[in-house]
């Protein structure tokens, strides 16, 4: 039922008719695709260091040394 209540959003409405054309824009202009970038490659935003340090910290769920702190966040960002 709740979700009844958002698809009947008229803001959401247009927002995602506005999409569709402009997806439909970038179609019809066969403009070429970006060539994707590797995640290493990517600048990053601030603070993704202290957030990869905290999802590792809270995947371990215990007390870790520095050490293995390093090397388990060098492991999951590459």
Do not use: C, F, T
Request: proline share 4%; hydrophobic share 40%.
């Amino acid at each position: 039922m709740h979700l009844l209540g958002i698809y009947s959003n008229h803001d959401l409405q247009g927002s995602l008719g506005r999409l569709a054309e402009k997806l439909a824009a970038v179609r019809a202009s066969g403009a070429s695709r970006r060539r994707p970038v590797s995640h290493r490659q990517r600048s990053r935003r601030p603070g993704w260091v202290l957030k990869a340090i905290v999802q590792v910290l809270a995947d371990r769920g215990e007390p870790m040394h520095v050490k293995g702190i390093h090397a388990a966040v060098e492991a999951l960002v590459g």
